[in-house]
């Protein structure tokens, strides 16, 4: 292979340009003779696996960057082909997660959006006030009770309550349920 030619070629895809520190040998031989190797390959399975030919140049650029610096910190993987395969791979799913996580907020924050949009305004008004009572009842109950049903709404279990409020598990639970049903007599009081 021609080390000044800017572009290598497989059956499946082109391969992205290689740095040309590396290939010209001026910072890691190694890298380089691993690049020549084995970058068609993996880029072949990159291009498989994302089934986007820019993105997986980007993750191949990924991967090799990464071999560079186990060559400069004088941790050369035993096998290079295997390293690079398994790093690729890893760079593949990170994306992937990233991407999901993105697409998971994306849709969150725009059936939110929608729910404002399509909620009439009696409706607004009616959420609202159900709001501003559940408020006045829950400031008649005391901080602890007050603090340990907020965070019970969150998703917190008994044993974290319990140590945040600074009471053992028996007392949490005793005040949790004597709150709850004081919480309910207010709220009924203020619907009669």
């Known amino acids: 292979m021609d080390p000044n030619a800017d572009v290598g070629t497989t059956a499946s895809a082109t391969v992205p340009v290689l740095p040309v520190p590396l290939r010209v040998g001026v910072a890691g031989a190694q890298t380089g003779d691993a690049y020549e190797q084995h970058a068609a390959e993996v880029h072949g399975f990159l291009v498989r696996t994302v089934r986007d030919g820019d993105v997986a140049a980007d993750l191949l650029a990924d991967a090799f960057t990464k071999l560079l610096v186990e060559e400069r910190g004088g941790r050369w993987p035993d096998h290079p082909r295997a390293w690079l395969y398994r790093v690729?791979?890893?760079?593949?799913?990170?994306?992937?997660?990233?991407?999901?996580?993105?697409?998971?907020?994306?849709?969150?924050?725009?059936?939110?959006?929608?729910?404002?949009?399509?909620?009439?305004?009696?409706?607004?008004?009616?959420?609202?006030?159900?709001?501003?009572?559940?408020?006045?009842?829950?400031?008649?109950?005391?901080?602890?009770?007050?603090?340990?049903?907020?965070?019970?709404?969150?998703?917190?279990?008994?044993?974290?309550?319990?140590?945040?409020?600074?009471?053992?598990?028996?007392?949490?639970?005793?005040?949790?349920?004597?709150s709850r049903m004081r919480l309910r007599d207010e709220l009924r009081e203020e619907h009669r």
């Open 88 to 178: 690729a791979s890893n760079l593949a799913i990170s994306r992937g997660r990233r991407l999901q996580a993105a697409a998971r907020v994306d849709r969150a924050l725009q059936a939110r959006h929608q729910d404002r949009e399509s909620a009439s305004p009696d409706a607004e008004v009616l959420r609202r006030e159900r709001r501003g009572d559940l408020d006045r009842a829950l400031s008649l109950l005391g901080a602890d009770a007050r603090a340990a049903l907020l965070l019970a709404a969150q998703g917190f279990d008994g044993a974290t309550i319990a140590v945040t409020i600074g009471r053992t598990e028996a007392a949490t639970r005793t005040l949790m349920c004597r």
